[in-house]
């Protein structure tokens, strides 16, 4: 069965970088998209960004727009995210998803078929 692993996280100060990576077990899988999601304690779960498989169109949420970038290795079926300027409510666990039968980057979490273990950020003031 497909699975997602993720790598990254930890804990760092406001205003340090960290990234995130997350790669499919199976080489042959061909998602449309990959996303990444966060949920914070108490809170649901929120999209963060995506990015097509087939080419570079990308989609952020206004929070992260500027600070973090996603990008992709099809060669590798590894999907990253690259997080600067890092404030505190960005603390959560990030899920890494794939989406397979999209025809256009969606940002709602219940179209995304395959969903990574998360892994926890936290950013202290």
């Known amino acids: 069965q497909l699975q997602l692993g993720e790598s990254g996280g930890g804990s760092v100060q406001a205003g340090d970088s960290l990234g995130l990576s997350c790669t499919a077990s199976e080489r042959t899988f061909r998602p449309y998209a990959w996303a990444w999601f966060r949920q914070a304690p108490g809170k649901e779960r929120e999209f963060v960004a995506a990015?097509?498989?087939?080419?570079?169109?990308?989609v952020y949420a206004d929070s992260v727009k500027g600070r973090f970038t996603i990008s992709r290795d099809n060669a590798k079926n590894t999907v990253s995210l690259q997080m600067n300027s890092l404030k505190p409510e960005d603390s959560a666990v990030y899920y890494c998803?794939?989406?397979?039968?999209?025809?256009?980057?969606?940002?709602?979490?219940?179209?995304?078929?395959?969903w990574g273990q998360g892994t926890q950020v936290t950013v202290s003031s």
């Open positions: 998803a794939a989406d397979r039968l999209a025809t256009r980057i969606r940002v709602q979490s219940q179209y995304y078929d395959y």
């Open positions: 990015i097509k498989r087939s080419d570079d169109d990308t």
